[in-house]
């Protein structure tokens, strides 16, 4: 017995007090409820490490599909505007234009067309002639307007579609009846921008 | 049937943190057992201080879930499980107080509604049990912040240190609390002793 009644009465009520057990009806609850939630599960735990493993797989085949499918298409011949005409091989032969007709209207072609390419073929002869590539000025017809320009060591195909009368400015002659006619063309243009010779397309 | 006694009594006697360990990876034996131990705490702190059982029930139960929540993690390094357990009791019933704004104000209202003090009379003999009711209603209408330290440090006999922890509040402010609700029972306790004295006199 303690002299302040009120810490006796305390421990009395405290004592009573902790009598008072929790419901046991909450116990089964409990159980019930307390069911490990999928996120706390050990089994949900060890499945990221399946989704890395799934993704990261998925991105490997992924890049390595697209690098094939560059790869390949990288070799494929149409893509050639803007490509970048690497060399010209001293012995390539020199086959005739596919648009004889186009070329015959624009009567000295022939000629022009050998001096043109010894133009390029010197522009690139720093360059190894053992890299050969598909690409070759052989279809291009050399600009008569491009006479007197500087040789140029790296030359651009561009694809352009104008009008056969545009050809008159690059000092071709173009009769009347076709003038007015759309024409695909490719232009060899060297590093300063002007065009060198030209292919028809269609 | 010999092994699951064995490892009855191991699971019976091993430590908070493990029980609360094979709780979290589902072991439901292990959780019946921090039930076992720790549920009357955290039932009679919440009834204590809801004074409504089903209050305490809900209560409680949700404390015992959060056990399992990753949200109020408990840390074994950190204190015992069950201030652990009272902090979270505590902060459900604070949860469901502010549901109900009007009583919360009036229950965290510590400045008005002081006991009247006694006046200073003869000493009378009183009756026990009246004092110990007394004090029980005296305990009842203290306001919340001053019921819960007399609640832990009082009735739970837990020291002032583990109820600053449970409270996450200051020691010094346990103390000072607790100061307070003991002089509001005082009072109270010697008012009914006046009014027994006075009572009996005039019989």
């Known amino acids: ?202 | 049937m010999f092994d699951r006694l064995l490892r009855r009594r191991n699971t019976e006697g091993a430590s908070d943190a493990d029980l609360h360990k094979a709780a979290l990876g589902g072991n439901g034996e292990a959780m019946a057992i921090l039930y076992r131990r720790h549920g009357g705490l955290v039932y009679r702190f919440t009834l204590r201080m809801s004074r409504d059982s089903a209050i305490a029930e809900e209560v409680t139960q949700e404390v015992f879930l959060a056990l399992l929540s990753k949200l109020d993690r408990f840390d074994p390094e950190r204190g015992a499980l069950a201030t652990w357990l009272c902090g979270i009791a505590r902060r459900q019933l604070w949860k469901h107080w502010s549901r109900f704004d009007s009583r919360m104000r009036d229950e965290l209202d510590d400045s008005d509604t002081q006991p009247e003090s006694a006046e200073d009379g003869p000493e009378t003999w009183l009756v026990r049990q009246e004092a110990v009711a007394a004090v029980q209603v005296g305990i009842d209408e203290l306001p919340v912040i001053l019921r819960e330290v007399v609640v832990l440090c009082e009735l739970e006999e837990m020291s002032y240190e583990q109820a600053a922890m449970a409270l996450e509040i200051p020691i010094g402010t346990v103390r000072s609390r607790l100061h307070r609700a003991k002089a509001r029972l005082a009072i109270l306790l010697r008012g009914d002793a006046v009014g027994a004295a006075r009572g009996s006199k005039d019989e």
Request: proline residues 8%; hydrophobic residues 40%; contains cysteine.
């Open chain 1, 1 to 202: 017995m303690r002299n302040d009644p009120l810490a006796d009465i305390l421990a009395e009520i405290g004592r009573e007090h902790r009598t008072t057990e929790a419901p046991r009806h909450l116990a089964a609850r409990l159980r019930e409820e307390e069911r490990p939630s999928i996120a706390d599960s050990p089994s949900w735990r060890l499945q990221p490490r399946w989704a890395w493993g799934v993704g990261l797989t998925i991105v490997a085949l992924t890049i390595c599909g697209a690098i094939a499918w560059q790869t390949q298409r990288g070799h494929q011949p149409h893509n050639r505007q803007n490509q970048k005409v690497r060399s010209i091989p001293d012995s390539a032969p020199v086959p005739a234009p596919q648009h004889v007709r186009t070329a015959q209207l624009y009567g000295k072609a022939r000629t022009q067309q050998t001096a043109v390419r010894d133009k390029i073929r010197k522009a690139t002869k720093k360059e190894s002639q053992a890299d050969v590539t598909e690409e070759t000025l052989a279809d291009f017809i050399p600009l008569p307007a491009s006479e007197g320009l500087p040789p140029v060591s790296e030359v651009s195909v561009v694809r352009v579609q104008m009008q056969r009368s545009d050809l008159r400015q690059y000092g071709f002659e173009v009769p009347a009846e076709l003038a007015p006619m759309i024409m695909q063309a490719e232009f060899v243009v060297g590093e300063d921008g002007l065009p060198r010779a030209i292919r028809i397309i269609r």
